[in-house]
Structure formats: structure tokens, C-alpha cells
């Protein structure tokens, strides 16, 4: 019989859904030779196109280009090869107009992303970097494994039977990059970075190209070539003497051809001189060549000084901005006054090539430039404007996250509304599509906001974003971001002496916790959170606080503890004008208690949660409470109310559209259909819940469908295909760490292998599942522990 854990209700959130159609669902007079659950790495007609645009004047390189073709001679694609070399030599500019030419050969596509090695904010990490790319090649977000390891497998399992281009730009190190690589196949990754990475060659056989800064001949034929539409005459002495300043390095050559096309009627000579004074001025940036860095120190601040009072206002305010890349309403939040104004600013930066665009009305850094801007800022602009801007833009990002979380998260009961401002207004979302894309676009500033306002004491206002950031990361399984915001709310809310804020976080971090199967680090949260709403008086936020930590120990099967703090719950429920949460803990209850083989009390509570869910219309809760119902009385060996109860929980989660309570809902039909002798038809509901469950990512669920279709196979007699399910289930509970369900599944293989005459297998599956099932001593393990113990496993 399953006792597999169906969705956690009130205050937890199912994760998000994808449609789908009847197509999906493999009917019964399909099945012939059984049912094989085929899956794929990602969404084939997923075709990633994220080549940014290249400098519009490229000249040059040509026999780095000409090395670059020829890795695409022979037989097998080089797997990794990386562009090496000095800040502002033209790694960046080669790699994406060579990808540009060659983009045919790489017929599925193409990834990019900036790892931002050398920025002077915090680095993009692997594991940011492969949920972009997965999300990218059509994988679900909640499909995203919660683990680095996880995810660079699902990643490469994706590109195996592709032809990609991957441009990992500007990395730091060998380990930011190690997980991006494409493993064996028809993809290839370019890096570019300062460093040579000696790491990628000797593990993955990177070939390496080194840029040199260009030859005075080349650099003036780019100087020439980009400037050639706004003037010409100039000297050619003059031209090579400013390539000189330049040190030849394509970036502050850039800058300077802008400088001089911008100021046609202005002799070269007078640039020069002005290039020169302003080379007394600064000193170097700390690069490999001090040559080289003062030339581009001194171009930079040639053409800052260069700029509109107001435009050098807001470059100095954009070096604060949380990210290096951000939006033009970012941009406005941050600078403040006339959105107008900084809309010309943004176009003046980017028209002097101090800033570049990054999409539709929105802008990115070179890294050097964003070092130079926040070294400008200390200077230009008092602290108390620096702090004002901080706590701006911090606020918007704050409102903006508000909005998309309303558009996009399951559950926003939680919320309490924003105080009105009249600060930049945020942006609004009137479908749920607008907002996951600005999300996508805002994720990696989002993080850095939270962190941003922490740093400059803005503690209620990091608190609160980690809060609504919360129902964004739960939906989209971005577990990592979700437990760095969190503690960092956690640790604002302590340093304020909000012990409710607080008690939210730990809240935060015992549902994170339960969904990652850390599940002593839940308990600890649940019990922080519910011991400070006790000190408070707050008891329907205890009530809440129970009900989760019930479903801690319900999945540490620890059955005892779940309905100690459940019949607590109940109990203070009742004192409550709530009829909502009692029927939510009841539910839990009488679940908890089904499971126990207390069977008349948990008939008892999950009568009365279905009647006022009913009451209050609430069909999906009443669907969840129907499988329960269902399992109770397939444990009662009631197999046709088992059946009537599963399908009517089947057709309310259709109903509704709920893909996810469909999957559970099929898997309990599937059970009940084994238990009235309908082995063949439980396959088809198995199979369709297996594949609602894959195409969203339910790891969990999806092992419930796997372990039901083991059964039904093993009770039509095919124990070698019952062999491959378990195998499959087992594999999933390993990587979540589900240990109970591990030993139960161990057991059924057991029985299959010895049924085949493998007893040295039986006997290995059996003893792991013995040693799992000491540390438990519910009903439901001591049976398994005596059927392992007597050789049986029935």
C-alpha cells in the first residue's frame, strides 16, 4: 500500500504548473506490450538565440579569427576552448563576432552569459548560471535540480543530442566555468577571461588563444574605421599618437574614437592635448600592465570629464546600482528627479560608450567602467546622496518584486500591502507571462538588492524584499537564492528586535528546508518560528507554524511527533474564527493518523475537513482531502470506495486545471484501480501522472507514479519490468534523501529479485533496507522490518 506524502497544505505552495493535454495520457486500449515512460533533458523546440549584439565597427584579429575557424575543421567540435587576456583587449568583442559568423554551425542555438569575474560586485556562481541556461533549453523550472551537481547533469544531459554554442564571458576562475562545460558531444563553450585558467586545459583539454593588444597599424585602422563617418583629414601622425595613449587596447580606443567622432569640428591635436593633461591626473587601476591600466584609467576619465554635468551625475550613481546591468526605470529610481532628464543621461552614457545596451530599455557595464564609476562616485557625490540613491532604488526593487510576486506567486495570503510612496512608481504586470520576464531579466539584482540594502543598514526594507522574494523563489524552485535572501532577513530582523519579522524568516527557511529534505534544519525553524508567535500571543500564526512542522516530521516519518504537534494545532484552531485552518489541520490530522492505522480517528477528521472545505467551496483542498479519504479505505480493503473517491478527486483537480493535484490524484486512482484487481488500467494513470509530474519538475510525485507502476507490473507478473520502476524510484529517493521511502522501495526490489532467483541481490536490497528501518518504530516499519526479518517482502 502507498503512504507516499500527497501536497502540504496552508502555507505551503505547490510548485508551478505547465499545461498540458489529453494527448499526454495513454489509454487503456494502447496497452499491449505495457507502458514505457520515455522522458526528455528539455523542451526540444526550446531554441535559445542569446547572442548579444556585437561593436558595430569590428576590425582586425583576423588570424585569431582564422584559429578560431579551424577548431571547426575535423570530424568532433572542440569541446571548450578559451580567449584569454589583459582588461579591455577585446576578449568580449572577438568572442561574439566570431559567434556571430559562425552561429549556422550550431543549428540549436546559442547560450550567453556574462559570469561577471572581475566585477566589483559578487560573481555570477555555477549554480545561477545553470538555472538561466536550463530555463533557456526548455527545462521547467521547478525540473531544476536544488544542487549545483544536479544541475550541471541535468544541463549536459540537455545539450548531449545538441549542437550548441555556449559563450561564458568574462569568468574569474576555473571552478565558476568546470560546471558549464558541455560534457561529451556536438556543443562547444568559448571562455573568455584575464586569467589562462590552467585547470580547463589540463581536465577538459581547452585550447587557449592569448590576445595581444593590438599592433599600431591595427589600432589605427580602428580608430580610423570608426570615426571615418564624422570626420576625416586628420593628421596621421595625430591618429597614431592617440592609438599610442590608448596603449592600443581596443576598449579606451573605443572610448576615444567615440570622444573624437562626438567633436567633429575639433583638431585632433586639442583631444590629444586634452588626453594628456588628463593622464596627470589619475592613477592606475590595479591591471596586469601599470602601462596599459593608466592609459585606460586616463581615457576614461577623459571622456567622464567629458560629459553633461547631469549625465556625469547619474554615471556616478549608476556605479551603486545593486547589478552591472539594469533597467531604465532602475536607472530613474536610482538617479531620482525628471525621469526625462535620465533617460537623456542613459542616452549621452551610452552614445560615449560608458554604458552599452543590453535590450530594450535596458543598459549594462564593462566591468572596468563600473569599477570607475563607483571610484567616481566616492568623489563626486556626498555620502548622503549615495545613501539616498542606495535606498531608492533598493525601494523599487522592493515594489517591483511586490508586483511580480502578486502576478506570479501561488500563494500571497501572507502579504501585507506596501506603504504608498511617491518615488518612481515600480512597474506593474498585467499577466503572469510580464512578470516571470522581468524576473528573469531582474533575478541577479534582485539577490544583490537584498544584500544592498543590508549593507547600507537598510535593514526593514532587506528584510521585507527577502519576505516577498520568498513566494517568487518557491515558485520557481530557486532554492539557493531563496536561502541566501532568507538569512539575510533573518539576521535584519534580529538586528531590528522584530521577533514576528523574524519568525517569518525562520518560517521561510523551515519551508525551504522541507522542500531541499534538509529536514532537521526544517525542524528547527518550524520550532524557532512557533516558539516566537507563542511569546507574541499570535496564535493562528502558531496554528500555521504546527501544521508545518507536522509536515516536517509526516516526512521524516516520525508519526508520533507529526500528530503530537497536529492534535495541538487542532486544538487551538478550534479557539479560532477560522474555518479555513481548521479544516487545513484536520486535513493533516486525519492524514497523520491514516498513516498511524489510527483509522477511526482519522476518518473522524477527515470527514469533518471535507465538510467545510465543501462548505466554503473550496475544491481543490476538498480533492486532497478525497485521496486521503481514498487511501483510508483501500487500508480498509474497500476497494471500490477507494476507486469512487480517487476518480472524483481526479476529475475536481481537471476541473480546476491544477496539473499538479492531477498527478497526485492519478496516482491514488492508480492505487485503487491495483486494489479492485485492475492492474492494467492503474499503468495508464501511473503513466499520466508520471509525465504531468516530469514535465513540471515534481521529483517526489513523480517517484510515487514510478513506485505504483513497480507494483502494478509486479502483480501482472512481470517482475523485470517492476525491477526497472523500483530501480528508478529508488534512484529519485537517494538524491532526495528520503530515507523511509528508500527502505520501503528497497524492500519491494528485494522481493522482485528473489522472485527472479537473484537472492544475492535480494538479500543486499533487504539488509540496506533493515539497517534504514532500525532508526523507526512506527506500525508501518515494524511490519516491513518483520517481512524483511522472515524472508517475506509480500
Not at 537517494?734 to 522482485?752: C, I, S
Request: charged share 25%; aromatic share 6%; glycine share 8%.
Amino acid at each position: 500500500m502507498s503512504g507516499d506524502l500527497p501536497d502540504q497544505p496552508g502555507g505551503d505552495y505547490t510548485q508551478s504548473q505547465l499545461s498540458g493535454g489529453a494527448g499526454e495520457v495513454v489509454q487503456a486500449r494502447d496497452v499491449t506490450g505495457g507502458i514505457h515512460f520515455h522522458y526528455g533533458s528539455g523542451n526540444r523546440s526550446a531554441l535559445p538565440l542569446q547572442l548579444p549584439r556585437g561593436v558595430g565597427a569590428f576590425v582586425n584579429r583576423l588570424s585569431d579569427l582564422s584559429a578560431l575557424d579551424g577548431l571547426l575543421i575535423g570530424g568532433e567540435t572542440l569541446v571548450v576552448c578559451l580567449i584569454a587576456g589583459t582588461a579591455g583587449v577585446g576578449k568580449t568583442s572577438l568572442a561574439l563576432h566570431w559567434a556571430h559568423r559562425v552561429r549556422d554551425h550550431f543549428p540549436d542555438g546559442q547560450l550567453y552569459i556574462d559570469l561577471k569575474g572581475y566585477d566589483p560586485g559578487p560573481p555570477v556562481t555555477p549554480d545561477q548560471a545553470l538555472e538561466r541556461f536550463l530555463h533557456a533549453l526548455g527545462v521547467p523550472a521547478a525540473a531544476v535540480p536544488d544542487d549545483t551537481e544536479g544541475k550541471s547533469s541535468r544541463y549536459r544531459s540537455a545539450l548531449a543530442d545538441r549542437r550548441m554554442l555556449v559563450i561564458l564571458d568574462n569568468a574569474g576562475t576555473t571552478a565558476q566555468v568546470r560546471p558549464l562545460i558541455p560534457g561529451s558531444g556536438r556543443s562547444m563553450a568559448v571562455v573568455t577571461s584575464r586569467s589562462h585558467l590552467p585547470g580547463l586545459a589540463i581536465r577538459h583539454g581547452a585550447w587557449r588563444r592569448t590576445l595581444e593588444t593590438l599592433t599600431e597599424a591595427e589600432a589605427i585602422r580602428l580608430l580610423t574605421e570608426t570615426t571615418r563617418a564624422y570626420r576625416g583629414g586628420d593628421d596621421p601622425a595625430e591618429v597614431a599618437e592617440l592609438a599610442r595613449l590608448c596603449a592600443n587596447l581596443p576598449l579606451a580606443l573605443r572610448l576615444a574614437a567615440e570622444r573624437a567622432a562626438s567633436r567633429p569640428g575639433m583638431p585632433l591635436s586639442r583631444l590629444i592635448t586634452d588626453l594628456r593633461d588628463e593622464s596627470e591626473l589619475w592613477n592606475t587601476l590595479s591591471t596586469e600592465d601599470p602601462d596599459e591600466a593608466h592609459a585606460v584609467h586616463t581615457v576614461f576619465a577623459w571622456s567622464y570629464r567629458a560629459l553633461p554635468r547631469e549625465a556625469a551625475r547619474i554615471f556616478c550613481l549608476l556605479g551603486l546600482h545593486p547589478g552591472g546591468e539594469f533597467s531604465e526605470g532602475a536607472a530613474e529610481a536610482l538617479a531620482g528627479g525628471n525621469p526625462r532628464q535620465v533617460r537623456t543621461a542613459l542616452d549621452v552614457l551610452a552614445g560615449a560608450c560608458l554604458v552599452e545596451h543590453s535590450g530594450f530599455a535596458r543598459y549594462r557595464f564593462h566591468d572596468l567602467l563600473r569599477a570607475y564609476a563607483v571610484d567616481r562616485a566616492q568623489f563626486e557625490i556626498p555620502q548622503d546622496e549615495q545613501l539616498a540613491a542606495v535606498e531608492r532604488v533598493c525601494d523599487w526593487y522592493l515594489r517591483a518584486a511586490y508586483n511580480c510576486a502578486r502576478a506570479i506567486a501561488h500563494d500571497i495570503t501572507l502579504f501585507s500591502a506596501l506603504e504608498p510612496t511617491s518615488a518612481r512608481p515600480a512597474p506593474q504586470f498585467a499577466e503572469p507571462a510580464q512578470a516571470a520576464q522581468w524576473y528573469e531579466q531582474e533575478r541577479f539584482n534582485l539577490e544583490a538588492a537584498v544584500r544592498a540594502a543590508a549593507g547600507t543598514r537598510l535593514l526593514a526594507t532587506a528584510w521585507r524584499l527577502a519576505a516577498v522574494l520568498e513566494r517568487i523563489y518557491s515558485t520557481y524552485n530557486h532554492f539557493n537564492d531563496w536561502r541566501s535572501t532568507s538569512l539575510i532577513g533573518l539576521e535584519c530582523a534580529r538586528e531590528l528586535g522584530l521577533r514576528a519579522n523574524a519568525a517569518v524568516m525562520h518560517e521561510s527557511l523551515g519551508r525551504l528546508n522541507r522542500m531541499t529534505m534538509r529536514l532537521d534544519e526544517a525542524v528547527t525553524h518550524h520550532e524557532e518560528a512557533i516558539a516566537d508567535y507563542r511569546a507574541l500571543g499570535d496564535v493562528p500564526s502558531v496554528v500555521k507554524g504546527l501544521n508545518g512542522l507536522g509536515w516536517v516530521h509526516l516526512f521524516q516519518h516520525r508519526l508520533e511527533d507529526a500528530r503530537t504537534a497536529l492534535v495541538e494545532g487542532m486544538s487551538l484552531a478550534r479557539g479560532l474564527n477560522d474555518e479555513h485552518w481548521l479544516a487545513t489541520v484536520l486535513y493533516s490530522l486525519g492524514y497523520t493518523c491514516a498513516q498511524m492505522r489510527r483509522l477511526s480517528e482519522a476518518e473522524e477528521h477527515l470527514s469533518e475537513s471535507l465538510d467545510l472545505f465543501r462548505v466554503h467551496d473550496d475544491r481543490l483542498y476538498e480533492s486532497m482531502v478525497l485521496t486521503a479519504l481514498s487511501y483510508l479505505a483501500r487500508v480498509r480493503a474497500d476497494g471500490d470506495t477507494a476507486l469512487a473517491l480517487a476518480a472524483a478527486a481526479v476529475d475536481i483537480s481537471r476541473e480546476m486545471a491544477n496539473r499538479l493535484w492531477e498527478a497526485t490524484a492519478l496516482v491514488y486512482l492508480g492505487n485503487a484501480q491495483r486494489a479492485v484487481g485492475d492492474a492494467e488500467t492503474a499503468l495508464v494513470s501511473y503513466q499520466a501522472a508520471a509525465v504531468i509530474c516530469r514535465q513540471n519538475g515534481d521529483r517526489g510525485r513523480e517517484a510515487m507514479a514510478l513506485t505504483g507502476a513497480g507494483q502494478a507490473y509486479g502483480e501482472l507478473g512481470r517482475g523485470s519490468d517492476a525491477i526497472d520502476f523500483y530501480r528508478r524510484a529508488l534512484a529519485t529517493h537517494r538524491q532526495l534523501g528520503d530515507r523511509w521511502k528508500l527502505a520501503r522501495n528497497l524492500t519491494r526490489l528485494a522481493h522482485e529479485l528473489s522472485g527472479l532467483g537473484d537472492r544475492a541481490g535480494a538479500e543486499r536490497c533487504g539488509q540496506e533496507a533493515l539497517d534504514i528501518l532500525v532508526a523507526f518504530t512506527d506500525e508501518k516499519s515494524l511490519t516491513l522490518r518483520a517481512q524483511l526479518t522472515r524472508g517475506s517482502t509480500e
